[in-house]
């Protein structure tokens, strides 16, 4: 068992766990991630790494409730724990492979949105401690879901708030953001990161395409064993298929193709929704929609 | 009277009835029909059946026990040679090993060894006679990596000399294939596989589940942090492979491993589990190996229409002959001499048909079976929204990319001797699927032993 030793509300629906995983904590590396079991009946959920504390022995992360599964698990409290907590999984971003000193010579913007500011954080963080200072753009829908504000302003070289509705920071979607950086007001940014919804990482890569500034982006596709034994986790990234969970989570963002990443992430939505269902309203929800069916 | 030249028949469950549920397929000998299969060993002087075990089981041996009612002893005989005994009783290909050189198959049918294995072994289950262990610890450590077939055998061999041993298992349950590949209805999960395993435990070997070797922690510093003098690399196959045609990641294309990971180590079958799968209407499982077998099966009591679809003809089948024989009464369909060309995608990225191509066969290839090649023209299309690809795997890189001087051959599989599992690295051993590529259950437990017997005698002479 895995035990919970925090556990705290960033935003509507985005909790943070301090989990006592003592080997994940000694070898993790930014860019890596986790999958956690709640349960014996419980789904394998991969979940980016936020924070490490290798004398702790403890990982942070980050999760939105999206599902039936994610929702149980924001029940958990502090004291309580995980049945599994494995990793740390997949590759560590290419850059901490770098050598120090070219790598200082660079400019780097990451751009995170959501919860993506969790996996975005520790590789600022980790660049920040190696004297290197990189600007973040930190987006969100509303001001309420802005999170780790304070926590990458300590980390960042500029930090950069904007939320679509305008309601905190600068107002707009990111893609707006890095536009203005880059033309109007002349940055000049060797490397991107960008991190979020899949949708928001494809228009950065479009944009970013068009303003020739090379883009890493993490997926976080669906995952079972998350150490490329099912093949769930392919993606197309140029010609080549990747499975994400041991060749990534990181690709070249101009080469991964999107809106198939889109598709099959929407392979078992009929399913979670359902599962949600069951969860939230019982027995009760065979209300005759006409679409599902049933359960048979 | 009994037909002598003819096996005690096994009770099974009806196909139809079988077909619907995932409770095991074969109930297996009672004591009585065990006694009678039994007699039928002439209890040969050169024993050809031990030579073709892995393993080396003592078989006159234990059968002749199984004869005058000992069944304690049975076990303790079998024990000697295997630590999964219930297992191999079970998904032991007998019929190209034990039973395909018993004396009695040249004119009838072979003793039913795997059958009376089967019958020892669980009657030690349910009895719980618990297996000879040692009498004190070595003080020597040893880490397995992989709870599968051979990490569970080299730890159980390795435990009885009295070493140390802890196996790391990647994944949150132990067994390695037998949890994740292999169907409940040909292996039950609770009461065969959880049970043996814990007689495994009963010799002293400690388990820890959620350790990736290769990113959890390296087997160089399981050597030089954790103290402990050998390793035996048992982390079995890997990436599943694809044919990388048109279509190939259209929602509804699975890898064979992912459909019987959800259904097996996720139980995604029992809708109380969270996992989901879906199971689909009309299914094509391509290939033709014991794990398509499964995965067919597994689909067809998820409530699909189930075709293999297979290129080369029935003789060439990889799969064990029994599992064929099984699929073919429950439903399954075969389309042999059958190649997918492309998989046809709906606007939504689901799939929605496949093209496929009539295949004869020509001349023999480097494995000595006939080549299949397409017949011109043959294409047609059919109508399925599953496709499961079930054409092997390639060796995962994680083990072999994080250890200093360890040897990959060119496929990537891990060097490794046959005698002993020795590999490049000084201390380390290796065997099953991580070496050879994908094999069976047995083969694996081979190389456990071998390797067991490598690192004892590395160790001794250190």
Redesign the interface.
Known sequence: MYKILKAEKLADKIILMDVLAP??A??CQPGQFVIV?MDD????IPLTICDYDREAGTITIVFQEVG??TAKMADLKEGDAF???????GCASEFVNEDIKELKKKKILFVAGGVGAAPVYPQVKWLHVHGIDADVILGAKTKDMVILEKELEAVAGNLYVTTDDGSYGRSGMVTTVIEDLVTKEGRKYDMCVAIGPMIMMKFVCLLTKKLELSTIVSMNPIM??G??????C???VGDE?K?AC?DGPEFDGHLVDFD?AM??S???KT??GR?MLRLTEGDTHHGGCGNCGGDN | MADVLKKVPVREQEPKVRATNFEEVCLGYNQEEAMEEASRCINCKNAKCISGCPVAIDIPGFIKEVKEGNIEEAYKVIGRASALPAICGRVCPQESQCEGKCIRGIKGEPVSIGKLERFVADYALEHDIKPEGPESTNGHKVAVIGSGPSGLTCAGDLAKMGYEVTVFE???ELGGVLV?GIPEFRLPKQKVVAKEIEKVKELGVKFE????IG???TIDQLIEEEGFEAVFIGSGA???M?MGIPG??A?GV??A??YL??SN???AFDE?????I?GGKKVAVVGGGNVAMDAARTALRLGAEVHIVYRRSEAELPARVEEVHHAKEEGVIFDLLTNPKEIFVDD??NVKGMKVIKMELGEPDASGRRRPVEVPGSEYEIEVDTVIMSLGTSP???ISSTTKGLETNRWKCIVADEEFGKTSKEGVYAGGDAVTGAATVILAMGAGKAGAHGIDEYLKNK
Do not use: W
Not at chain 1, 41 to 44: C, D, F, I, L, T
Not at chain 1, 83 to 89: A, K, N, Q, S
Not at chain 1, 227 to 232: E, N
Not at chain 2, 272 to 276: L, V
């Open positions: 080997r994940v000694k070898h079991k009946k419980g789904e394998r039936a599964s049945r599994d907590f494995v990793g740390p999984l079972v064993d150490t490329g034994m099912c093949g769930a392919r993606l197309q298929i499975f041991v198939q598709k099959r929407q392979m078992y399913e979670e599962a | 990647a994944l949150h994740y589940t959620n350790v990736v990113k959890s922690t890997g990436l599943p694809f190939e990641n929602n699975f890898s491993n992912e990971t959800r180590l996720m139980k109380s589990y969270d996992t989901p879906a939504n990225g995962n890189p994680l």
